[in-house]
């Protein structure tokens, strides 16, 4: 590695976290491009001896590449140091797979990895919604969005067109063409969001079926008239600890009723729970 190279890399690593993206930009473009011996020699190292310090060397003499390739994405709305990012991902992995005796510049090799990466961003996160699952729609997906920027709707011979060369059919190059044209919305936007339909709005309630609204009350008037006859059949001493312990808003402790019957709470607990099991039995009756 020439001294200018070394110093160079070394300038950009002092550098650290960069305060802004043309910061960095800046950095990655004043790495020194390496010659084809540079090259050569450190995708040697690193393939030979498994030298860190080369395959850094290899990624930061192309990072002003991936930042070049991610620039031509910046149109599906997403940061570009976002996409710079991916890219670099894709630059590392090609380092790691370059093999320098086949007799290709680094660069050449790079373009695949460093674009397959930033397709696979674009499309988790363009949309909500995944627009390309297939291979073949990927490459729909791709191909269509940088046609369109030249066509507007496309005519049923451009369609034709456009199927037979990405060997796909007519109804998928319509489809992918509907949902570029479509955006994301809400499902439940806030009180913040500009969304003027909300489908969440829309969803019927849960207790909106007036059959299910009848047979709750008609189950709830039931039930009140099983328990008020279950408590009549308990003795009065039982059903004044049920109704002071249970049906009132303010209940009576079990200290409380001892004090007032002259009995162990003890008492009154297992009178309650006696009790209890009784109108279980008469409820179910």
Known sequence: ??????????????????????????????????????????ATRLREHDDIEAARALVLAHLRFVVHIARGYIGYGLPLGD??????????????RFDPNVGVRLVSFAVHWIRAEIHEYVLKNWRLVKVATTKAQRKL???????????????????????????????????????????????DPGPSDEEDYSP????????????????????????????????????????????????????????????????SAERIRQIEASAITKLRALMVA
């Open 141 to 187: 997906f791709f191909n269509l969005r940088k046609a369109k920027k030249h066509l507007g709707w496309l005519s049923r011979e451009e369609t034709r067109a456009v199927a037979l060369d990405l060997g796909v059919t007519e109804r998928e190059v319509t489809e992918m063409e509907q949902r570029l044209s479509g955006h994301d919305m809400s499902f």
């Open 200 to 263: 969440s709005a829309y969803l019927p309630s849960a207790d909106s079926d007036p059959a299910l609204t009848i047979e709750q009350d008609d189950w709830d008037d039931t039930t009140q008239d099983r328990l008020g006859g279950a408590l009549e059949k308990l003795d009065e001493r039982s059903r004044d600890i049920i109704a002071r312990r249970w049906l009132t808003d303010r209940k009576a402790t079990l200290h409380d009723l001892a004090a007032e019957y002259d009995v």
């Open 83 to 96: 996409l710079i990012q991916e890219g670099n991902v894709g630059l590392m992995k090609a380092v790691k």
């Open 1 to 42: 590695m020439t001294t200018a190279l070394a110093r160079k890399r070394e300038d950009f690593m002092l550098t650290g976290p960069v305060g802004s993206l043309d910061h960095y930009i800046q950095a990655a473009n004043s790495v020194p491009m390496l010659s084809v011996q540079e090259e050569y020699d450190l």
